[in-house]
C-alpha cells in the first residue's frame, strides 16, 4: 500500500510531467527545424487542401498547454526544480510509469480528495524523502505483500486503522529494542502463527505484565537479553513439562514470592544442582511434602530469618548429611513429641550439659546400641524418668550402679527373656517399691 501511495504521488503529477519532458526534450525545435534564412524567397504553389487532407493528430498536449493548471506549473519554481532533476526526468521516459500515467484506477485515485489530502500533508511528505521508505516502497518482497489481498484487506480494517494513529503503537515501532526484536528468527516465527498472536494480544495477564516497570527494566537487563537469546531458554520455552509448569497454581505463587526467587537468583548453581537431584525430584512428587509446603505453618517458617540463618549454618548442614539425624527424621512419634513442647526442646538444644553430652563419645556408642534403641521407644520408661530426674541421675552417677552395667552377667541376665517378662509384671514392679522389700534387701548386704 505504501508503494502505491509513492508511486500515486509520482502519479498525481503524470500529465504535468508529460508536458514538462515533452517541451524538456522537444522545444525548443533543432537547427534542420529552422526554416528561413536570408535569400530569395522560394515560393511553393500547393493544390487547395480539403477537410481529409487535415490530420491534427493527438490534441491532449496542446489542450494541457491552454489549462491555468500547467501556467501554474511551468511558473512555480518548485515544479521547475523537480521536472529537471535526472531522477525524475529517468522516471518520466520510464514505459512503466507511462502505462501508471494512463492507469484509469491509478488517475481515479490521483484526482480523490483523500489522494490529495494525503500528498498535501507534511509527514507523508517528508515519509516520501525517507530512504529507508524509498528502500521498502521498491522491495520486491513488500511489493508482493502490499498486492494480497490480506494485506488489502489489513489496510482497510477499522483497528488496524486505530493502531496505526496509537501514540504508544508509534512509539513502540520507534524503539530500538523493539526494531531489532522484530529482526529476529524467533519473533519472525512467532508472527507465522496468527492465532498465537492474536492470544497473547488479548491475554489480560501479559497486558498486566507489558505495563509492568519490573518487566520493563528486566527487558533492558543486559543478562536478560543474552537469557532470551540463549538456545537452552529457547528450548525450555518450548518444553511440555515446563508449559504445564507455568500453568500451575503454586508455580504462580512462587512466581510470586520476591524472596525464594533473589535467594534462588544468588545462588543459582545450587539451584540447578538441586533442580538436577534425583532426591529432590523424589520429594517434590512426595504426597506429604506437597501437603506440608501448602501448609501455612511451614509458609510461614520458610520466610522466618532464624530458620533462613539455621538453613546457612554449616554445623546445620553437617547434621543434616548425618545418617543418624536421616534417621530421626523419619520418627514421626518423635518429631511429634518435640512438636508438642517446643519450649522445653529449645531449652535443652541450648543446653550446656547436653551440648557436652552430645559431642560424649560413649554417649555416641550409647545411641547406636540396639538396646538403648528399644528403651528409646518405651514411653513408660522414659515417662518415670521425667517424673523424677534427681532419682535417675543420682542413678547415673552411682558406682554401683555403673560397674553392675558393665558386668556380663547382669548383661546377660538384662537380655534374658524371663527376666524382661519379670520386669514388666505388675506385681514384681509393686514389689520393688515396696519399703519391707527394700529393708530386707539393705539387711542382707
Not at 188 to 202: E, G, I, R, T
Not at 209 to 237: H, I, V, W, Y
Not at 242 to 259: E, G, I, R, T, V
Request: no cysteine; glycine share 2%; aromatic share 10%.
Amino acid at each position: 500500500m505504501k508503494s502505491n501511495k509513492i508511486l500515486a504521488v509520482g502519479g498525481s503529477l503524470a500529465v504535468a510531467i508529460a508536458a514538462v519532458v515533452y517541451f524538456g526534450f522537444s522545444y525548443p525545435p533543432s537547427n534542420d527545424q529552422v526554416a528561413g534564412t536570408i535569400a530569395p524567397a522560394q515560393r511553393y504553389r500547393a493544390p487547395a487542401i480539403d477537410a481529409s487532407g487535415v490530420q491534427l493528430g493527438d490534441q491532449a498536449i496542446p489542450r494541457l498547454m491552454q489549462t491555468d493548471t500547467f501556467t501554474r506549473l511551468v511558473n512555480d519554481a518548485k515544479f521547475r526544480a523537480v521536472a529537471t532533476n535526472p531522477q525524475f526526468v529517468a522516471l518520466a521516459q520510464n514505459p512503466a510509469f507511462a502505462a501508471l500515467a494512463t492507469n484509469a484506477q491509478f488517475q481515479a485515485l490521483a484526482n480523490s480528495v483523500q489522494f490529495q489530502a494525503l500528498a498535501s500533508n507534511a509527514q507523508f511528505q517528508a515519509l516520501a524523502k525517507n530512504a529507508d521508505f524509498a528502500a521498502l516502497a521498491t522491495n520486491a518482497q513488500f511489493q508482493a505483500l502490499s498486492q494480497s489481498a490480506q494485506f488489502q484487506a489489513l489496510a482497510k480494517n477499522a483497528d488496524f486503522a486505530a493502531l496505526a494513529k496509537n501514540a504508544q503503537f508509534a512509539a513502540l515501532a520507534k524503539n530500538a529494542d523493539f526494531a531489532a526484536l522484530a529482526h529476529t528468527a524467533q519473533f519472525a516465527a512467532f508472527a507465522k502463527d496468527p492465532q498465537a498472536v492474536v492470544a497473547l494480544a488479548q491475554n489480560a495477564q501479559f497486558a498486566a505484565l507489558a505495563k509492568s516497570a519490573d518487566f520493563a527494566a528486566a527487558a533492558k537487563n543486559p543478562q536478560f537479553a543474552a537469557l532470551a537469546k540463549s538456545a537452552d531458554f529457547a528450548a525450555l520455552a518450548k518444553n511440555a513439562d515446563f508449559a504445564a509448569l507455568a500453568k500451575n497454581a503454586d508455580f504462580a505463587a512462587l512466581s510470586h514470592d520476591a524472596p525464594a526467587f533473589s535467594a534462588m537468583a544468588k545462588d543459582p548453581q545450587a539451584f540447578a544442582a538441586l533442580a538436577k537431584s534425583a532426591d529432590f525430584a523424589a520429594l517434590a512428587q512426595n504426597a506429604q511434602f506437597q501437603a506440608l509446603a501448602k501448609n501455612a505453618d511451614f509458609a510461614a517458617l520458610s520466610h522466618d530469618a532464624q530458620f533462613a540463618a539455621l538453613a546457612k549454618n554449616a554445623d546445620f548442614a553437617a547434621l543434616a548429611k548425618n545418617a543418624d539425624f536421616a534417621a530421626l527424621a523419619h520418627d514421626s512419634a518423635a518429631f511429634s513429641a518435640m512438636a508438642k513442647d517446643p519450649q522445653a526442646f529449645a531449652a535443652l538444644a541450648h543446653n550446656a550439659d547436653f551440648a557436652a553430652l552430645a559431642h560424649n563419645a560413649d554417649f555416641a556408642a550409647l545411641a547406636k546400641n540396639a538396646d538403648f534403641a528399644a528403651l528409646a521407644h518405651d514411653s513408660a520408661a522414659f515417662s518415670a524418668m521425667a517424673k523424677d530426674p534427681q532419682a535417675f541421675a543420682a542413678l547415673a552417677h552411682n558406682a554401683d550402679f555403673a560397674a553392675l552395667a558393665k558386668n556380663a552377667d547382669f548383661a546377660a541376665l538384662a537380655h534374658n527373656a524371663d527376666f524382661a517378662a519379670l520386669a514388666k509384671n505388675a506385681d514384681f514392679a509393686a514389689m520393688l517399691k515396696d519399703a519391707s522389700f527394700s529393708a530386707a534387701l539393705h539387711a542382707q548386704q
